[in-house]
Nanobody, 121 residues
Framework: QVQLVESGGGLVQAGGSLRLSCTAS????????MGWFRQAPGKEREFVAA????????YYGDFVKGRFAISRDHAKKTVYLQMDSLKPEDTAVYSC??????????????WGQGTQVTVSS
């Protein structure tokens, strides 16, 4: 089981940026694909982004449209989500997830508690 801890959420004005971090407590971080999801009040959980075990392949939800970027640092066992040009509709709890697989589509099986992102208009 992978323990995941997110950080970096907060309140930002529309058009601003945030960088979320997710640190994994696991021995072999490079065995895992990683992903970010979000859930707004009253809505279903939504896929945001994912990155393969080696960082070479990235995937994004359709709504991202070039505004977000996922990356990973194996030495720090951390995955990042850089979010730019934020909109009020990006307000949600953002959670990271881990999938012990090399192949897309990834089936995520471990989840963090999430970090709140609030974008004001």
């Amino acid at each position: 089981q992978v323990q995941l801890v997110e950080s970096g959420g907060g309140l930002v004005q529309a058009g601003g940026s945030l960088r979320l971090s997710c640190t994994a407590s696991v021995r072999f971080f490079d065995m895992y694909a990683m992903g970010w999801f979000r859930q707004a009040p009253g809505k279903e959980r939504e896929f945001v982004a994912a990155i393969s075990w080696n960082g070479e392949d990235t995937y994004y939800g359709d709504f991202v449209k070039g505004r977000f970027a996922i990356s990973r640092d194996h030495a720090k066992k951390t995955v990042y989500l850089q979010m730019d040009s934020l909109k009020p509709e990006d307000t949600a709890v953002y959670s990271c997830a881990a999938a012990q697989t090399y192949y897309y589509p990834f089936e995520f099986h471990d989840w963090g508690q999430g970090t709140q992102v609030t974008v004001s208009s």
